[in-house]
């Protein structure tokens, strides 16, 4: 069975920076595409960023780029996201998500949230001004 767990969440001022992270089981990590994306209150969930096994292909939302990265860990089964910059409307809870696509060639194919297997549960965000 597919496990992600996210952590690292909280609560920061605008300008201050949080790293999330993504602990993955019962899957081949090695192997799997991985994704964040988050989901404001009364909006749609949307994509922030994705990241293929080998780190080497990775797709930013145009919102985050320039301030968050994407970045994992094989040997430990966990992908992380750094936010610098934080901005009140990052506020939001950011979800992991695995894919059992090997890449994707655009942005518009890794924000699809069909693409995704399986996801976590969440970690709240919150950016005060």
């Known amino acids: 069975q597919v496990q992600l767990v996210e952590s690292g969440g909280g609560l920061v001022r605008a300008g201050g920076s949080l790293r999330l992270s993504c602990g993955a089981s019962?899957?081949?990590?090695?192997?799997?595409?991985m994704g964040w994306f988050r989901q404001a209150p009364g909006k749609e969930r949307e994509f922030v960023t994705a990241i293929n096994w080998s780190g080497e292909m990775i797709h930013y939302a145009d919102s985050v780029k320039g301030r968050f990265t994407i970045s994992r860990d094989n040997a430990k089964s966990t992908v992380y996201l750094q936010m610098n910059s934080l901005k009140p409307e990052d506020t939001a809870v950011y979800y992991c998500?695995?894919?059992?696509?090997?890449?994707?060639?655009?942005?518009?194919?890794?924000?699809?949230?069909?693409?995704?297997?399986?996801w976590g549960r969440g970690t709240q965000v919150t950016v005060s001004s």
């Open positions: 998500a695995s894919s059992r696509y090997r890449f994707f060639r655009t942005e518009e194919e890794a924000a699809r949230l069909y693409h995704y297997d399986h």
């Open positions: 019962g899957l081949t990590f090695n192997a799997a595409l």
